[in-house]
């Protein structure tokens, strides 16, 4: 698929294989989604929207801003392994683009990162193998000091990412998290917060040339 090919491209360059949300974007070298495409996000609360109303989710927000049908595939509550449970009806669907972001219910859990990271791996390689292209978003650790204070990204994304040669979302929540004005509690966004995230993941899929 061309997102796949143009980050493994990116990559053969010396580009950093994560690619952050401010990051280091070149020329885009394939055509936008258009505007009948099929996008499913797929995660955990952050993805549900919980803490506002559903229509101001960020998959709701992304698919004015983008004109594609973006499913919400978000579940309160899911780990990494109810994700990994449950993606193969969502490569059933056939998307031409999976938004996934999951992994801070696992460390509220107390989960072993390698397991966390086991199960993101085969997510992602359960939709590479139907050819179905993955854009990994990261979350921050949900620590006791992160709670109280600037919330940071989980490394482990950084490391999929570049493993899975996958592009990656990083800071989009850890920012929105840090910022009391943006929570509508300790870990989740407001719907000022959603549609902040919605806003800069639109700009990064614009930089990377999937969206317009």
């Not at 143009?6 to 885009?28: D, E, H, Q, R, W």
């Not at 995660?43 to 801003?65: C, F, H, Q, R």
């Amino acid at each position: 698929m061309e997102i796949r090919g143009k980050f493994l491209a990116l990559v053969s360059l010396g580009f950093a294989a994560t690619i952050n949300m401010s990051g280091c974007s070149s020329n885009p070298q394939q055509n936008a989604l258009p505007a009948d495409s099929t996008v499913i996000a797929l995660g955990d609360s952050l993805t549900y929207g919980y803490g506002a109303d559903l229509e101001m989710a960020y998959p709701m927000v992304l698919s004015e801003l983008t004109t594609w049908t973006v499913i919400n595939a978000g579940v309160n509550g899911d780990t990494s392994a109810d994700v990994l449970a449950r993606v193969d009806e969502v490569a059933k669907k056939a998307p031409d683009l999976v938004l996934l972001g999951v992994g801070g219910n696992d460390v509220l859990q107390r989960i072993e990162p390698e397991t966390t990271r086991t199960n993101i791996n085969a997510t992602i390689d359960t939709l590479q193998s139907q050819d179905i292209d993955v854009v990994l978003i990261a979350e921050p650790y949900f620590s006791t000091s992160a709670l109280f204070g600037k919330a940071s990204d989980n490394p482990i994304y950084e490391e999929i990412a570049e493993a899975k040669k996958v592009p990656l979302y990083s800071d989009g929540w850890s920012e929105i998290l840090s910022d009391d004005t943006l929570k509508s509690d300790r870990i989740h966004a407001n719907a000022t917060g959603y549609r902040q995230f919605a806003e800069g993941l639109y700009e990064y899929l614009k930089e990377e040339g999937v969206a317009q």
